[in-house]
């Protein structure tokens, strides 16, 4: 269980299993913050209708409950990346989407009386060494382009130092749209938010399968769920349905966790804003600083399986957890020696073309969003609107967006598969390994870079 969930405050048993077929209106697979969202919003446009949603486990227990506790700006592709597709005018109204469902998440919350630990502390992109430098000024241009930079600022190192003291710090990239919660009461709280609307929610319940057609149905081991609609709100997990099987790959994101940190350390450290912080490194790395003091490291680096595996063992990677410890140390040499109490993760759900979708067949009755990349926090807010809206037929504004409707390619089948990933992952380890010592600055031209983005 992660430190989230630990400290949500609710009652994490289970709550009752599906017995038996039954009826709907809405049926979705998954109570996490995608699902929950859907749910919420469809539930909101008509109280009258009957949503039921089916969970493998208890609501939250996937990447809503386990995530950095970022409320992020941004999405898993670039800006310049979104209008080199799209185009400018696309991008712009994309991005502006994201940001924007950051004062949606905390509208939600006050009105709904959430206490998720909101703080807007903005988001700090750091060049921990000069070659990460031309990486922060793409963040500031890529924003500028659109039209999207209003109050971001690029920093020198001593403006930096003022918020937070990072060793090695060149400068960076300052967004004050971004935000940090307490996930765990967020979609938990969101959860019972669900319930007094008249949502039904069916945890340790596992969908095997779904069936499209005039009337679609998840199809559990203990029964099915027949309604007008069904959405798959799984991200990752996906991956183990047979029909979604390549749409989406399945890759471990890893946290440790600090304990409480005393005063004097934070008068060492600074950071008093409670800012997101990371730096430009190829193979992402994360941090959020805890209401009660602690401070959170996450990043890639877990194996990926063959066969786009999940097992709740793969939570665990002691190598990788230890290199994540190392590198806090690293980024705050004051707090060598500090005691870590928590360590977990998950997987994160990566599309093809890593541009997240939210999709909606009436034909076949099937809708879905998935494909985060690791920026799910403020983005499955966006996709559970897009998908109440496209499921009650309205015309709303978020409608007209990229993300909308969106197909992207297959994953290629194994072996292919994870050479290609694996090969990714330890050829951006070592672009990175080499921008340190080197100070030379990655091209953007190597293959894995490619790869990883396309």
């Not at 340790?204 to 709100?233: I, M, Q, S």
Request: contains cysteine; positive net charge; proline residues 6%.
């Amino acid at each position: 269980m992660s430190y989230w969930l630990e400290t949500s405050g609710d009652d994490l048993r289970p709550r009752p299993a599906l017995e038996g077929d039954c009826e709907a209106d809405v049926a979705v697979l998954g109570a996490g913050y995608t699902g929950l969202w859907t749910a919420y919003y469809l539930l909101r446009r008509d109280p009258g209708l009957r949503v039921v949603l089916l969970e493998r486990e208890v609501s939250g227990f996937g990447a809503s409950g386990r995530n950095g506790a970022w409320c992020s700006p941004s999405m898993s592709v670039t800006a310049p990346e979104l209008a080199r597709r799209y185009g400018r005018e696309a991008a712009s109204r994309m991005l502006r989407a994201v940001r924007g469902s950051i004062d949606e998440i905390e509208r939600v919350a006050r009105e709904e009386g959430l206490d998720i630990g909101f703080r807007r502390g903005g988001v700090l992109r750091v060049a921990r060494g000069r070659h990460e430098l031309p990486a922060v000024r793409a963040s500031y241009e890529g924003l500028a382009a659109l039209g999207l930079a209003g109050g971001c600022a690029l920093l020198s190192p001593g403006e930096l130092e003022e918020r937070v003291r990072v060793a090695g710090a060149e400068g960076a990239f300052f967004d004050p749209q971004g935000a940090v919660i307490h996930p765990g009461r967020l979609v938990r709280g969101l959860a019972r938010a669900v319930e007094r609307r008249g949502g039904v929610i069916y945890e340790r319940t596992a969908v095997e399968d779904f069936r499209p057609g005039k009337r679609p149905a998840l199809v559990t081991g203990r029964g099915e769920v027949r309604a007008r609609a069904v959405v798959l709100a799984g991200e990752a997990y996906l991956a183990r349905l047979r029909r979604t099987h390549r749409q989406v790959l399945p890759i471990y994101s890893l946290i440790v966790l600090t304990e409480p940190l005393p005063p004097e350390r934070w008068e060492e450290i600074g950071w008093g804003r409670h800012e997101c912080l990371s730096s430009c490194r190829l193979s992402v790395d994360y941090l959020s600083r805890t209401e009660d003091g602690r401070i959170l490291f996450g990043g890639r680096g877990a194996p990926y399986r063959l066969g786009s595996s999940i097992r709740d063992e793969y939570d665990r990677d002691e190598a990788t957890h230890a290199m994540l410890r190392r590198s806090l140390v690293e980024w705050f040499p004051a707090l060598r020696g500090v005691r870590f109490t928590h360590a977990w993760g998950g997987p994160i759900g990566v599309k093809r073309d890593w541009m997240p979708t939210a999709a909606y067949d009436p034909a076949g009755g099937v809708a879905a969003a998935y494909g985060y990349a690791g920026q799910g926090v403020a983005v499955s807010n966006l996709a559970g609107r897009v998908l109440a809206a496209l499921i009650a037929g309205g015309d709303d504004e978020v409608l007209d967006l990229p993300m909308v409707n969106h197909r992207s390619r297959d994953w290629e089948p194994e072996p292919l598969r994870w050479l290609a990933v694996r090969y990714i992952q330890h050829a951006l380890a070592r672009l990175d390994e080499r921008g340190r010592r080197t100070g030379r600055p990655p091209t953007g031209r190597s293959l894995a870079e490619r790869l990883s983005r396309h």
